[in-house]
């Protein structure tokens, strides 16, 4: 009988330790989800800001001319979604990393 209970116990208790476990992991997913939704925002702007500086300090580079020339072609200014030559949807995450010298460091 007292075996039977002591495991009953043991159950009980790794159940619940099963449970918080799980709790803390879908909680820190959620977090880590919103610090990567920070951070790209983070890059993105930085991202923007450089080419900013680029097309300052020399605006007649053929990057330049040529991102100029598809936002023309396709009436949409470089904010939040874009479509890719006109055509699917990319982020301008990976259009910036296309048109930047590289290496880049991956995000984190």
Known sequence: MVHTARMRVRDDL?????KRVASNVKKAKTELEEIRHRQRAVNEHLI???????EHLDPTTPDTAAISTRERQCGKPNTGQTEGRCGGVLDNE?????????P???PL
């Open 14 to 18: 790794a159940e619940m330790l099963c």
């Open 48 to 54: 923007g800001t450089y080419r900013g500086v680029l």
């Open 94 to 102: 990976t259009e910036e990393r296309a048109r930047l010298p590289q």
């Open 104 to 106: 880049l460091s991956p």
